[in-house]
């Protein structure tokens, strides 16, 4: 165990050293003199030059990605150009809010998938079994978009259920006031390509011997469902959560602009609108390693679920 | 030609196979829900045709009707009250005396006369609504159909190009190769696909070239995988090995021999990514990362439909919606029917 840790942790640095390169060389070459950026349509020839001096852009490439890979290993991030706020407080002030609405949505895409993918199994091949599935798909062929716009101007502007958009500093006022109608969109929408990928692993275990087994032995339908199918369809379904976990710390930036939600999608964004590099270099080096993590423990974990999973 | 073939003696000409293809395309036939999306598919391609050609919805920047004219079955606009603001009575105060511009207003009005000023008559309400600029939404959402359409279509297609090709090498070639392109997948898998897109986003800029390659610069990982994983199971087959024992290169047998055994795995993902990248546009549009200012896809519209909405004008919403939800279904449907067409193996799984 110990040493399959070591050996998972070993193979990470050279993807994250390719990351920081992509990033570094991304920007190096195809992203504008960040001097220019910097000193604004009016600055004079000196003051580019001042800039450039000052960000060490005069300095060899190499020395230049040195000095990259040092801040990323003491986690000095710099500041943002834009604001001049340190990058790690950005991270850390607007974490909270992106986590506060990203992860109610999670648990419940998918706490209310899984029993919708089994009910759409069990009545597998019949009419409503097609039908729901026709609808997904002209559900999930319109954009994201239209959703939010529409449910904000229906049951936000025009019904008055919930606030148009806001934000405040308490955690409890957040989750009961603001958050509940984005939450409610982003699990309306997510829940039918959830939905259709359940019902595909489901349909997949259904086709295994050991259902045949368990029908020849007698049992109902419904135990061989919730008992042998549901447990078994568990691996995927938790690999398609991992695959989905990164996600939620970058946040559904859709869903933060249109509810004013200072979260950490916005800051990307706003970020992205300023040309704001220091900003998107750290988030993109740091949620890779995120990423990297998150997986390294849904390996852990798919060994705890299935004892015939051997780490390797 | 049907008669000189029928001429000859059947028993001479052998029996020539049918191909994967001809099986594929019998068995898409016998879809029907599948064929009826194809039918959509190709009727939306070719409106996109048109209006690139400029055939369809080339006037589309064209001022036809009033300000956020209603769609023609919901009738005119009722005509705003005039009584808020009070028309003053009387004559103006007469400035002539200290105005120092006062000389000249005759000069300029002889000078106006020479142009000739072509007030437009604009209609009351047009077929599906007007925007706020009273253009046809009905030409504006076609003429935005035709870039989201193209934008998804050549990302799937650049994304298709580098996931087969490097999929093709890192398959076929193993080692060293293999590893480095597998280093590189790593890489781009490693962040989630939207901070990839942003990335690019930032440096590439805006337009419609820009955007298709953030999008299938961003995309190719998919395919890659499922190619190389295809080209590796592929390789150590018996009629590669015997390509190889007459002689064929390296470079025929990957693409003369293998690439047409694997091309229906590209050929379903391309098709699947188009739907993606199609949404992908619309959303990087809608933010402002996506089409230039001066042209027109979905995701502008929804951004504008978002402010009209309020103020009741629900067309151009509409519009986009049921573009958006005519075409993507259609062509979804048209995926799945394709795919269980060329891989039988995976029929009845989705």
Do not use: C
């Amino acid at each position: 165990m110990a040493a399959y840790l070591i050996r998972r942790l070993w193979q990470m640095i050279p993807t994250l050293l390719g990351v920081v390169l992509l990033v570094f060389f991304l920007f190096k070459w195809f992203g504008g003199d960040p001097a220019e950026v910097l000193g604004g349509l009016n600055a004079s020839q000196d003051q580019i030059e001042a800039i450039r001096e000052q960000l060490g852009l005069n300095k060899p490439v190499w020395e230049q990605l040195l000095i990259f890979l040092q801040q990323i290993v003491t986690f000095d991030w710099g500041k943002s150009w834009a604001t001049n706020e340190s990058v790690a407080n950005l991270f850390a002030t607007r974490m909270p809010a992106t986590l506060t609405v990203m992860l109610p949505i999670l648990v419940l895409e998918v706490i209310l998938a899984i029993p919708f993918a089994l009910a759409v199994a069990y009545m597998r091949g019949s009419l409503t079994d097609r039908a729901v599935m026709i609808l997904t798909t002209v559900a999930v062929s319109i954009s994201l978009l239209v959703y939010v716009i529409v449910a904000q101007y229906f049951f936000a502007f025009r019904l008055g259920w919930f606030p148009v958009q806001g934000w405040s500093d308490s955690l409890w006022t957040n989750l009961t006031t603001y958050a509940p109608l984005p939450v409610l969109v982003a699990v309306a929408v997510a829940l039918s390509p959830y939905t259709r990928l359940y019902r595909t692993f489901f349909l997949d275990e259904i086709g295994h011997e050991y259902v045949r087994t368990a029908r020849a032995k007698g049992l109902t339908e419904k135990v061989i469902l919730l008992k042998h199918v549901l447990r078994n369809a568990m691996i995927p379904i938790m690999t398609n959560i991992s695959v989905a976990l990164p996600g939620v710390f970058v946040g559904s930036f859709l869903l933060e602009v249109f509810f004013s939600i200072p979260g950490l999608g916005r800051e990307i964004l706003l970020a992205v609108n300023r040309n704001d590099y220091p900003v998107i270099q750290a988030f993109a080096i740091y949620i890779a390693a995120l990423t990297m993590v998150v997986n390294l423990i849904t390996d852990l974990l798919y060994k705890l679920v299935d004892p015939r999973v051997v780490l390797k | 030609m049907s008669a000189v073939l029928s001429n000859q003696p059947a028993a001479v000409t052998p029996q020539r196979s049918r191909g994967v293809w001809y099986a594929s395309w019998r068995r898409l036939k016998a879809d029907k829900l599948g064929m009826f999306a194809m039918v959509v598919v190709a009727l939306s391609l070719l409106l996109v045709v048109a209006a690139g050609l400029g055939l369809v919805a080339g006037d589309w920047q064209k001022e036809t009707g009033v300000p956020n004219a209603p769609p023609n079955f919901v009738g005119p606009a009722p005509a705003e009250s005039a009584g808020a603001i009070v028309q003053p009575k009387g004559p103006n105060v007469d400035l002539s005396d200290i105005d120092p511009l006062a000389p000249k207003y005759a000069e300029w009005t002889e000078k106006a006369k020479q142009y000739k000023t072509d007030e437009a008559p604009r209609a009351e309400t047009l077929p599906f609504g007007g925007d706020r600029l009273g253009r046809d939404v009905l030409a504006k959402a076609i003429k935005g159909a035709e870039i989201s359409i193209m934008v998804g279509v050549l990302a799937a297609l650049v994304a298709t190009l580098i996931g087969t090709v490097l999929g093709a090498l890192s398959g076929f070639y193993g080692g060293k190769v293999g590893d480095f392109l597998e280093w590189v997948y790593n890489v781009f898998t490693a962040m989630p696909n939207i901070l990839l897109i942003f990335a690019f986003a930032v440096v590439f800029g805006r337009g419609v070239l820009p955007v298709v390659m953030i999008l299938g610069l961003a995309g190719w990982t998919g395919i890659y995988r499922l190619v190389r994983a295809e080209f590796m199971k592929h390789s150590v087959r018996e009629y590669v090995r015997s390509a190889e024992a007459i002689g064929a290169s390296k470079s025929s047998r990957m693409f003369k021999h293998i690439l047409p055994n694997v091309s229906h795995v590209a050929l379903v993902q391309l098709s699947l990514h188009v739907v993606g990248f199609i949404k992908s546009e619309v959303i990087l549009s809608y933010l402002g990362l996506g089409v230039s200012v001066d042209q027109v896809s979905w995701g502008t519209m929804l951004a504008e439909a978002q402010s009209e909405l309020i103020l009741g004008y629900w067309w151009q919403l509409a519009a986009v919606t049921g573009f958006m939800a005519v075409f993507v279904t259609a062509f979804a449907l048209f995926t799945d029917a394709l795919r269980d067409a060329l891989d039988p193996k995976l029929r009845g799984l989705e």
